[in-house]
């Protein structure tokens, strides 16, 4: 079966621009995290979604959005991009909503900015 | 709100040795969830094992396996017979059963150095 998958691999843009980032969870999961780790850090929160729901958002502006789709894929949307966004932004998925279960990442998305 | 802290941010060990990677962390919770995850240079974090707080028992997972001490707030890792594919960055997480928001709190990471 396949893993959680994540595209693209690799992102530049500059300042002020928006981008898009896509998760496809692993089959049959309908939990789907997103996290932004910069550089030498761990992760941090950003999103989750569950059933189409957002069950949980971070610390992080409004400039930051996401959605899940009917199929459980998901998006992460940020707008007015600046330096600091530079980041690699990791998608997760579990099976269901239960804390026990653990999450299973992507090999993440490397977003550059100029 | 919880923290979780790593205070080794790099340890090197021989090949075959053993190795133990330390975590804390901070909660005013009775019931969650500890995981320790590994982050090669491919950049795919790994849940390498996971220990539920109301368990006294230790998660053991082959050569990976945790020393939890509930009261101390301590959850450290420990590799025997450390080989050169364990070398990566090892995150220590937390997650709690009591919120609805489920998300991971992780510490910053250490940098394990496997040497042959």
């Known amino acids: 079966d396949a893993g959680v998958t994540q595209s693209p691999t690799h992102l530049i843009k500059t300042r002020g621009q928006q981008v898009t980032l896509r998760c496809s969870p692993i089959?049959?999961?309908?939990?789907v995290s997103w996290y932004q780790q910069v550089l030498g850090q761990g992760p941090q929160f950003i999103f989750q979604y569950y059933e189409k729901e957002e069950r949980g958002r971070g610390n992080f502006p409004d400039r930051f959005s996401a959605r899940q789709f009917p199929n459980y894929s998901s998006e992460l949307n940020v707008n007015a991009l600046l330096l600091g966004d530079s980041a690699l932004y990791l998608c997760?998925?579990?099976?269901?909503?239960?804390?026990?279960?653990?999450?299973?990442f992507g090999d993440g998305t490397r977003l550059s900015i100029l | 709100a919880q923290t979780v802290t790593q205070s080794q941010p790099e340890m090197s060990v021989q090949e075959a040795e053993t190795v133990t990677l330390s975590c804390t962390y901070d909660?005013?919770?009775?019931?969650?969830?500890l995981f320790w995850y590994k982050q090669p240079p491919s950049r795919q974090m790994i849940l390498v094992i996971r220990?539920?707080?109301?368990k006294q028992q230790n998660a053991t997972e082959n050569r990976f396996s945790v020393n939890f001490q509930k009261a101390a707030k301590s959850f450290s890792l420990k590799i025997s017979d450390s080989q050169l594919g364990d070398a990566a960055m090892y995150f220590c997480?937390?997650?709690?059963?009591?919120?609805?928001?489920?998300?991971?709190?992780w510490g910053a990471g250490t940098k394990l150095i496997i040497k042959p």
């Open positions: 089959s049959g999961h309908k939990s």
């Open positions: 909660t005013s919770e009775s019931d969650y969830y």
């Open positions: 997480a937390y997650r709690s059963a009591m919120d609805s928001n489920y998300q991971l709190i």
């Open positions: 220990q539920e707080a109301y």
């Open positions: 997760a998925s579990s099976l269901d909503d239960i804390p026990s279960q653990p999450q299973h």
